[in-house]
């Protein structure tokens, strides 16, 4: 068995105690996980739970990993494929049975620091974001979600989206520049 000493806290604790590490696991990689599922579907509601079910589906390969697979992990990529891979299955599945006509959007929860203004500001631009971003095709909002939301360099979105590096790129700077010519447009 190789020596763990040198591995990040995460990976260190799923190593110690996988309940106690799946915990720090959650508190260090759930808001990344959160704003890149909330920019891929554009819903709050499919966020929270695309959210869960990644940490769900995470959780349960956990308990089969043996030590030298989870030192081995890199948690945050392998976190954002089992998002991408769980959007991807809610996509094919809304294709093919599209949901029922939702009336009414549940209110938003509002920061009670912010004022009115800068809450409207920020919801307006983020409705105006996930408008954009729904625009691109599938592989450009994938890679662009990763590379600016979710802060992954460009290799992590390779393995990621399980594409060249090259491509990644490609995807990354047409999705900028279709997302430029849209944001001009009203």
């Not at 799946?22 to 695309?50: H, K, N, W």
């Not at 203004?117 to 105006?128: K, L, W």
Request: charged residues 30%; glycine residues 6%; hydrophobic residues 40%.
């Amino acid at each position: 068995m190789r020596d763990f000493d040198c591995l990040d806290p995460v990976r260190k604790a799923l190593l110690g105690d996988l309940d106690e590490g799946f915990a720090e696991m959650y508190g260090a990689y759930r808001c990344v996980v959160f704003s890149t599922a909330l920019r891929m579907s554009g819903r709050r509601a499919d966020a929270e739970d695309l959210t869960a079910e990644t940490f769900l589906r995470a959780y349960r390969a956990l308990a089969g990993y043996g030590p030298d697979r989870i030192a081995a992990l890199q948690p945050r990529a392998w976190l954002l494929t089992i998002l991408m891979n769980t959007w991807r299955n809610c996509v094919r599945t809304r294709v093919r049975k599209p949901p029922p006509d939702l009336r009414e959007e549940p209110v938003e929860t509002v920061d009670p620091g912010e004022s009115v203004e800068d809450t409207a500001v920020r919801h307006e631009a983020g409705e105006r974001l996930a408008e954009l971003l729904g625009l691109l095709p599938e592989e450009q909002r994938a890679a662009v979600v990763l590379r600016h939301v979710a802060d992954l360099p460009v290799s992590e979105i390779a393995t990621v989206l399980r594409i060249p590096q090259g491509t990644v790129k490609s995807h990354v700077s047409r999705g900028l520049k279709r997302l430029r010519q849209l944001g001009g447009v009203r």
